[in-house]
C-alpha cells in the first residue's frame, strides 16, 4: 500500500521573488521498495488540484500489474509547495504571527516548487531518478526541475504540457481569479474565503479542461421539451462544489499564477537554449483534443529536443484525458522504454 510521510525543513526558504518562508514542509506519497542498486525510483508531479496519492488520480498507471508495479518499482510524489494536502500552505500557520498565512502567503513560481522538491530528494538520498513524470502543472515542473538537475534524472515524461505558459492559458487563469476577486468573502481572512468564488472559477476551468464532445456525448438532454435546469448547467455546479469540498481559493490562485509564470527560457536566453541543457531522454505526449495545452505545445518541444519521442493520445475528454486515457498512455511510456532497450541492444551488438 501506498504510504504518507511529511518531510520537514528548518532552514530559511528563499523564492524567486525575493520573499522568504522561515522554513516549510511537504506531503509525500512513497508506493513499493527502493532496490540494491537504488535504480528503480519514478518520481511523480501531480496537476494543478492533485495530492501526492497518485494512486488515487493516476490510479491506471500504479499498482500491482500496472505499469508501475510496486514490486518492481519505488514511486514518489510531493504536495506542491502552497499546496493544501499537507504541504506548507496558504492555511499552514506562519511562525512569525502564530497565525494561518492566508494572503500573506507569498506568490511562487515553479522554479521554488522545483526547489522544494530538490530538498525532499536530497533528504532522501535519491540521487539518480530512472524517471520524472508530470502532466499539466505538474509536466510544467518536471520539465523545469529537468533542466535545473540535468544529471538527475535519467528519462522525462512530459504530458499535455509546455515549455512556457501561454497568453490562451494565462487568460483562462485570469478568468478564474476574477471569478474568486469577485467573491465578497475573498478579502478577509478565513478558511473559506473566496469558497463561492472557486466554484465559479472551476466552472470556468471545465470547459477548458474538457471538449465540445465531452459535453456533447455526457451531459446532452435525452428529450426534446426542456427549456431550463439543463444537464449541462447542473454539472457545472456539481464540478465547482465537488472541488470546493476538497480544496481551497488561496492554494487554488497561488498555483494559477505559478502556472501562469511557467517559462524555461527566463533568463536563460530563451526557451530554446533552455531545453538544450537537457539530458534526459524524453518523451513528450500530447492529446489531440486538448484546448488549454494545444499539441502544437508538445510537438514543439519534441522537434527541439534531439532524440526525444512523441505519442499522441486520441481522446474526447480535452485536457483531461491525461488523466482518462490511462491504456493509451501506459502503452506509449511501454514503447518508449521498449525502443530504449532496442536501441542499447543494436548498440552491444555492433
Known amino acids: 500500500m501506498p504510504e504518507q510521510h511529511v518531510f520537514h525543513s528548518q532552514q530559511a526558504f528563499t523564492l524567486e521573488s525575493g520573499a522568504t518562508l522561515p522554513g516549510l514542509q511537504l506531503a509525500y506519497t512513497t508506493y513499493g521498495q527502493l532496490n540494491a542498486r537504488r535504480d528503480n525510483v519514478v518520481w511523480v508531479c501531480h496537476a494543478l488540484t492533485g495530492s501526492s496519492d497518485f494512486t ?40 512569525a504571527t502564530l ?25 532522501l538520498g535519491l540521487k539518480q531518478i530512472h524517471t520524472l513524470i508530470g502532466g499539466s502543472l ?54 473559506d474565503a473566496g469558497k463561492e468564488g472557486l466554484k465559479t472559477a472551476r466552472a470556468i476551468a471545465m470547459l477548458s479542461y474538457r ?14 421539451s426542456i427549456t431550463d435546469n439543463f444537464r449541462a448547467a447542473t454539472y457545472q455546479v456539481y464540478q465547482g462544489e465537488k472541488l470546493a ?6 492554494t487554488y490562485w497561488l498555483l494559477s499564477k505559478a502556472m501562469d509564470s511557467h517559462h524555461v527560457g527566463r533568463n536563460r536566453g530563451g526557451v530554446v537554449k533552455a531545453l538544450a541543457h537537457l539530458k534526459a531522454r524524453c518523451l513528450f505526449v500530447g492529446v489531440d483534443t486538448d484546448l488549454l495545452f494545444p499539441v502544437e505545445e508538445q510537438q514543439f518541444l519534441h522537434t527541439q529536443v534531439p532524440g526525444s519521442a512523441f505519442a499522441l493520445l486520441t481522446s474526447n475528454y480535452g485536457h483531461d484525458g491525461f488523466l482518462v486515457e490511462v491504456e493509451q498512455l501506459t502503452a506509449a511510456i511501454s514503447q518508449f522504454y521498449i525502443e530504449e532497450e532496442t536501441v542499447a541492444l543494436l548498440h552491444y551488438e555492433q
Open 56 to 95: 488515487d488520480w493516476w490510479a491506471g498507471l500504479f499498482g500491482p500489474g500496472k505499469l508501475y508495479d510496486p514490486a518492481q518499482w519505488f514511486v514518489i510524489c510531493a504536495n506542491t509547495l502552497g499546496g493544501c494536502y499537507g504541504s506548507t500552505g496558504p492555511l499552514s500557520i506562519n511562525p
Open 99 to 123: 497565525k494561518p498565512y492566508f494572503h500573506a502567503f507569498p506568490v511562487f513560481t515553479n522554479r521554488d516548487v522545483v526547489a522544494a522538491f530538490e530538498l525532499l530528494r536530497g533528504e
Open 138 to 191: 505538474g509536466g510544467q515542473q518536471a520539465l523545469e526541475w529537468a533542466i535545473q538537475q540535468p544529471d538527475v534524472f535519467e528519462r522525462l515524461v512530459h504530458v499535455a504540457s509546455n515549455a512556457r505558459h501561454s497568453p490562451w492559458g494565462i487568460a483562462f487563469n485570469e478568468s478564474q481569479r476574477m471569478a474568486i476577486r469577485q467573491d465578497p468573502s475573498w478579502h478577509g481572512n478565513s478558511e
Open 211 to 224: 471538449h465540445y464532445n465531452t459535453y456533447h456525448e455526457n451531459q446532452q438532454e435525452p428529450g426534446n
Open 245 to 250: 469540498k476538497r480544496f481551497n481559493a488561496y
